[in-house]
């Protein structure tokens, strides 16, 4: 059974920095395609970046694109996403998801593909 624990999250000034880490135990990685969403008070959840099996494909939401990266340590078995010149905006719990059997080459922010979810770590930004 795969698990998954995020940790980074924190409170941050606006234009300040967070990586967001992402760690798996149970099985590896390196065959899934894993996903960061978010969840702002009162709202839904939404993709903000994924990575394809063995990271040949990133895809971002555009209110992060040039702001945000993803990327994966298969040794360690870890996905993380940097997220710089933070908005207030970008305020919610991130959460780690997992499609255990990705289509090659492909990673999305659908909610129907997620096979594993983590249970989030809070972002907060403000002043």
């Known amino acids: 059974q795969l698990q998954l624990v995020e940790s980074g999250g924190g409170l941050v000034q606006p234009g300040g920095s967070l990586r967001l880490s992402c760690a798996a135990s149970g099985s590896p990685l390196a065959r899934t395609a894993v996903a960061w969403f978010r969840q702002a008070p009162g709202k839904g959840r939404e993709g903000v970046s994924c990575i394809s099996e063995r990271g040949s494909v990133t895809n971002y939401a555009d209110s992060v694109k040039g702001r945000f990266t993803i990327s994966g340590d298969n040794a360690k078995n870890t996905v993380y996403l940097q997220m710089d010149s933070l908005k207030p905006e970008d305020t919610g719990v991130y959460y780690c998801?997992?499609?255990?059997?990705?289509?090659?080459?492909?990673?999305?922010?659908?909610?129907?593909?997620?096979?594993?979810w983590g249970r989030g770590t809070q972002v907060t930004v403000s002043s």
């Open positions: 998801a997992v499609d255990w059997r990705p289509f090659p080459g492909v990673c999305t922010f659908a909610l129907g593909r997620v096979d594993f």
